[in-house]
Structures are given as structure tokens and as C-alpha cells.
């Protein structure tokens, strides 16, 4: 199966650490995305890849958040300095820019900050 | 920005019964619509997308969605549900072009045998 994978599905760390979680997409996909999604909520827009460059943030998206793409394959986000209200399923989806995508999702990474 | 709305958070029905939830969304543009799929313990899934052209589009396991333009919605249908349709369902919008999806806070259906 060659869909989204994401790394480690679950994370738990103290407050105030840094993580960080891996994206690969699926491998002709040139557009990446990063979502997050609370118990109750649906996936909530976090920061957009078109290749390598990062062309769109949430402004709901802290300092402490930052995403990479490297050479445009796979993605990183860090969270630096975690708190309480980071727990959450980090999403990561990808998608071909035709106009017609549609996102393909992985499993995400289960957050959990004590 | 866009938003969209998903007026029912918890449906609880019987297998066989029918099967409808709304989605609504705010966007003047043009724009493309989605069903997904979150089964238990499993990723999100695409169930349906409307681009353009016939209203009625059709998915996967017997699924279909309406486009009512004039209405701002897309609401989805099965005519006789089974118990394997228990998930979280999500409906999301993306204007033409456009970089982000924005998606419904979700319906939690729950198919009774």
C-alpha cells in the first residue's frame, strides 16, 4: 500500500518538550497538508505544502508550531515547548494540484501532553 | 473565509432504516464538495466529491449527495443503512483552486443491528 504514512501513530511526552512527527505522502503528490483534529471537531487546517515551499499557515498556528518539507517528499512538524491544549490527532494529508483533488489522509499521530 | 455546518452531531438508526445528514457551507465561488469516512480505529476516507456537472453524485457502498446551489448544501443519503455504516462522518469544502479544505465538525452515526 503506498497511501500516507505517519510517524509514531501515538506520542505522549511532559510539558514544555519538543516533538516532532513525519509526514510521507503519497509519492506523486505534490501538495501536503497538516490538520488537527479534537475529540468532537473535525480536522482543522493547520499549514499547506506545494512542493517544498509552505505557502499557507493557520493563523490559529502558534510560533511554537513549525512544519517543513524538505526536498518536497516528506514533511516534519515540531511542536516546541508543548502544553495541555496541544493534545490532539496531528493529521497529514496529500493530494495532486489539478483543481480536482481530493486529500488522501494517513492515520495521524495521537498527541498526548501530561 | 468558508465554513461549513453539520446540524447533526450524533444519529442513531436501525439497519435498513434511511439515512440523511446535512451539510451546509458559506462560500460565494465556486466550489467542490466531499463526503469522508472515519471508521472506527481507521483513517479518514473519501466517500463522495461533487466537482461540477450532474447534482447527484454517487459513492462508495451505496452513498449518494445532493448539490443544492441555491440552498449552500450537500447532504448525504443512503436509502437502507447497515451496521458496518457505523463511523464519523464529515463533510468538507474546498473553493476552486483553492489551497484549504474546510471541514464540518462531523456526525457520529450509530446503525442498531
Known amino acids: 500500500d503506498t497511501g500516507v504514512s505517519q510517524d509514531p501513530r501515538h506520542k505522549i511526552t511532559k510539558r514544555g518538550q519538543n516533538v516532532t512527527f513525519r509526514c510521507d505522502p503519497i509519492s506523486e503528490h505534490n501538495r501536503l497538508y497538516w490538520y488537527r483534529q479534537t475529540l468532537g471537531q473535525g480536522p482543522e487546517f493547520l499549514t499547506y505544502?506545494?512542493?517544498?515551499?509552505?505557502?499557507?499557515k493557520s493563523r490559529l498556528l502558534s510560533d511554537r508550531f513549525s512544519a517543513e518539507r524538505p526536498k518536497g517528499s516528506f514533511s516534519t512538524l515540531e511542536i516546541q515547548r508543548t502544553e495541555q491544549g496541544d493534545s490532539a490527532m496531528y493529521l497529514c494529508?496529500?493530494?495532486?494540484?489539478?483543481?480536482?483533488?481530493?486529500?488522501?489522509f494517513g492515520s495521524g499521530t495521537q498527541l498526548s501532553v501530561l | 473565509a468558508q465554513s461549513v455546518s453539520q446540524h447533526n452531531h450524533h444519529v442513531i438508526l436501525s439497519e435498513a432504516a434511511s439515512l440523511e445528514l446535512g451539510c451546509n457551507y458559506s462560500?460565494?465561488?465556486?466550489?467542490?464538495l466531499f463526503w469522508y469516512v472515519q471508521y472506527p480505529g481507521q483513517h479518514l476516507q473519501l466517500l463522495l466529491k461533487?466537482?461540477?456537472?450532474?447534482?447527484l453524485v454517487k459513492g462508495i457502498k451505496g452513498f449518494e449527495a445532493e448539490f443544492i446551489k441555491s440552498k449552500f448544501s450537500f447532504n448525504l443519503r443512503k436509502p437502507s443503512v447497515q451496521w458496518s455504516d457505523t463511523a464519523e462522518y464529515f463533510c468538507a469544502v474546498n473553493a476552486i483552486f483553492g489551497n484549504q479544505f474546510y471541514f464540518g465538525t462531523g456526525t457520529s452515526l450509530t446503525v442498531i443491528p
Open positions: 462560500y460565494g465561488g465556486t466550489v467542490n
Open positions: 505544502f506545494q512542493n517544498e515551499a509552505q505557502l499557507e
Open positions: 494529508a496529500s493530494s495532486l494540484d489539478t483543481g480536482r483533488e481530493e486529500l488522501f
Open positions: 461533487y466537482f461540477s456537472g450532474d447534482p
